[in-house]
Every structure is written in C-alpha cells, then in structure tokens.
C-alpha cells in the first residue's frame, strides 16, 4: 500500500503553487503581451512577444507559460480562433523551451549576447514553426511548404531583427523584475 501512495505524493509535490501575487502578475502580463500586439500591429512583425517570452522564462521558470497562453487565449478570444491561431499553441512554447535550456548562470555579457540571438533566430524561424501547421491544415506537399516558408523570410528577416533590437531588454528588466520580486516578498 505504502508504494502505491508515495508516487501520488510524488505528483502532489510537483504541483505548480501559486501566490494571489502571482497571479494578478501573471495575468496582467499576458495581457500587456496581447495589448503590446494590438498597439504594434500596423509594424508588420513587430512586437513585444519574443522579449515578453524570453523575459517571463528567465524570471520564473515553468510558470511563465501561463502568461504566455493567457495571451494566446485572449488572442483566440479577440481576434477568433481560427486556423492562423492554431500554431500559436505550440510556437511560443518553442521560445520559451529553448529559453528553459539557456544556463541560469551565465554573465552579464554572455545574457546580453545570448538572450537577443536567441529571440532573434525564433523571429527568423517562425515561417519555418508556423509551416507544420499549414502543411496539417492545408495538405501542402513538402515543395509547397518550401515556398510558403521562403516567401516568408522577408518578414521572417523583419521579425528576426526587431526581436534581435527588443532582445536587448531582456536581462536588464529580469533585473529588475527579480528585484521587485524580492522587495515584494519581503513585505
């Protein structure tokens, strides 16, 4: 008996626990990212998204895909949830994948280096993460997901540059974000 409880122990351990802090902050911050969207959307490909990611993944882990997919549901809410919004439920769980395997330690330099390639290259890389869903949805052949993919990379290019710019905020404001975090749980 005892070893059928200890994994149920096991799994209520694991559990995600969350502060009425963390809360309110993570829903205010997956809101900011869908409202960052709205605001920029006459830049075609710019936006606040891949920083808000990377940002959120450095600061708090696992947790931060809760922010992230209350800005995927609002997106679905506000704008419908439609085919376009279907690789939105994998393509920001990419970013924040690759950010969980980035060392915790690293130096200033290195983080001020690392952290922009990183949303940089998920810029240049989301024709290539949206196109599995096309070919899903859209029965394309391997040659029609090519091209879809290479008429892309214009836009593709724009989005890898913006994200390599605003990827120059991520470690100052998880500074910042860390600090307000100790101050706040010090109260």
């Known amino acids: 008996m005892k070893n059928k409880k200890q994994p149920q122990d096991k799994k209520r ?20 990212m869908f409202i960052s969207k709205i605001v920029m959307e006459f830049l075609p490909n710019v936006h606040l998204l ?4 990377m940002l959120l993944t450095v600061v708090y882990r696992k947790k931060a895909l809760i922010p ?25 769980t990419v970013l924040w994948a690759v950010t969980m395997l980035l060392p915790k330690k690293m130096s200033k330099t290195a983080k001020m280096i690392v952290y922009p390639i990183v949303c940089a290259l998920h810029g240049l890389c989301f024709g290539l993460l949206y196109a599995p869903a096309q070919v899903l ?21 724009i989005h890898a540059v913006t994200n390599l710019v605003l990827g120059l905020l991520i470690h100052p404001l998880s500074v910042l974000l860390n600090n307000l975090n100790k101050k706040i749980g010090k109260l």
């Open 137 to 157: 949805m859209f029965s394309f052949s391997f040659e029609q997901a090519v091209a879809w993919v290479i008429a892309g990379l214009p836009w593709d290019f």
């Open 68 to 92: 992230i997919y209350i800005y995927v549901l609002l997106n679905g809410i506000f704008a419908g949830f439609n085919m376009w919004w279907v690789p939105y439920l994998y393509i920001w």
């Open 50 to 53: 891949g920083m808000f990611t």
């Open 13 to 32: 351990q694991t559990r995600v626990k969350l502060t009425l802090f963390e809360m309110t902050l993570f829903a205010m911050f997956g809101a900011m």
